[in-house]
């Protein structure tokens, strides 16, 4: 991915020097099937996250911390989003509210509740930010065999797209409608919503691609591959071995393959409608 160039965003929050131990989100083999379900958690992740008051403090990183490439790479995509969404933005008449990005290690306190690293990253609807703890990259390399800059930009468009999905009322009306109906149902629609971030991800990738001339050659593959691994289904074999459909949050490895290339292909919001089709 060409990204060296790019600009850097302004709205990079580094809480990387508050912070404490790490501490597993819940215990036994449950607890660790909600850690890798919960991975590129979207859309209000306080239902699983533990309340509580601000962590302990710990030394700020060091100067050679060896994260710091990360951070650069990360503005960049982050101002990169900002390029593509504002003008997209602008075509249906709507002004495009930039979102903070924050880093964080270990845990962090959101508006939507005490957050561990276990849960990968997330977008928190209440505040309009989103968290990454900058090792997850790491995980997205070995434990999920995704690796590659392109695999870690996806990682931001997608949570990008659980933004856009709130600023223009649709996370909002999926939480209403959560309330409406049972549990095997509100799973779905988090599927649905979930398919969507994917797909405006896509859109992300197609409409930078144009104007920056970001892809190189096997990027598209490493986006493909880290949608392919982070699967409902994909998860769950991991940690079980066996898949329960109705449990899906996520969407399974071939839907989150298949929204994706929709918006990467198209360009066209009105081509992530995910929540129509009768089947996704």
Same mark, same amino acid.
């Given at each position: 991915?060409?990204?060296?160039?790019?600009?850097?965003?302004?709205?990079?929050?580094?809480?990387?020097?508050?912070?404490?131990?790490?501490?597993?989100?819940?215990?036994?083999?449950?607890?660790?099937?909600?850690?890798?379900?919960?991975?590129?958690?979207?859309?209000?992740?306080?239902?699983?996250?533990?309340?509580?008051?601000?962590?302990?403090?710990?030394?700020?990183?060091?100067?050679?911390?060896? +994260?710091? @490439?990360?951070?650069?790479?990360?503005?960049?995509?982050?101002? !990169?989003? #900002?390029?593509?969404? $504002?003008?997209?933005? =602008?075509?249906?008449?709507?002004?495009?509210?930039?979102?903070?990005?924050?880093?964080?290690?270990?845990?962090v306190n959101s508006a939507c509740g005490l957050a561990q690293a276990a849960v990968g990253p997330f977008y928190c609807p209440a505040d309009q930010k989103v968290y990454i703890d900058l090792s997850f990259y790491q995980e997205l390399r070995t434990r999920h065999n995704a690796p590659g800059d392109f695999a870690q930009a996806y990682v931001i468009a997608h949570e990008i797209g659980h933004h856009v999905q709130t600023l223009l009322g649709i996370s909002q009306q999926v939480q209403r409608a959560k309330g409406r109906v049972n549990q095997r149902d509100a799973n779905q629609?988090?599927?649905?919503?979930?398919?969507?971030?994917?797909?405006?991800?896509?859109?992300?990738? +197609?409409? @930078?691609?144009?104007?920056?001339?970001?892809?190189?050659?096997? !990027?598209? #593959?490493?986006?493909? $591959?880290?949608?392919? =691994?982070?699967?409902?289904?994909?998860?769950?074999?991991?940690?079980?071995?066996?898949?329960?459909?109705?449990?899906?949050?996520?969407?399974?490895?071939?839907?989150?393959?298949?929204?994706?290339?929709?918006?990467?292909?198209?360009?066209?919001?009105?081509?992530?409608?995910?929540?129509?089709?009768?089947?996704?």
């Open positions: 991915m060409r990204w060296q160039r790019g600009r850097r965003s302004l709205n990079i929050e580094d809480r990387r020097g508050i912070g404490g131990p790490a501490v597993a989100a819940g215990g036994g083999i449950g607890g660790f099937i909600l850690v890798l379900v919960a991975m590129l958690l979207g859309i209000d992740p306080s239902f699983i996250l533990p309340q509580g008051g601000p962590p302990p403090a710990v030394p700020p990183p060091s100067v050679g911390d060896q +994260h710091e @490439a990360l951070v650069d790479f990360v503005s960049v995509v982050l101002a !990169d989003t #900002e390029d593509t969404w $504002k003008p997209l933005f =602008q075509e249906i008449g709507r002004p495009y509210q930039e979102p903070k990005l924050v880093l964080f290690r270990n845990q629609l988090s599927v649905r919503q979930e398919l969507q971030a994917d797909c405006y991800a896509g859109i992300w990738a +197609h409409h @930078a691609d144009r104007a920056r001339n970001i892809l190189e050659a096997g !990027d598209i #593959e490493e986006a493909l $591959k880290a949608a392919s =691994q982070i699967g409902d289904d994909t998860l769950q074999k991991q940690a079980q071995g066996y898949v329960v459909p109705d449990s899906f949050t996520h969407g399974s490895s071939a839907q989150r393959v298949r929204w994706f290339k929709r918006g990467l292909q198209t360009g066209e919001m009105n081509q992530c409608d995910t929540f129509s089709p009768p089947q996704v």
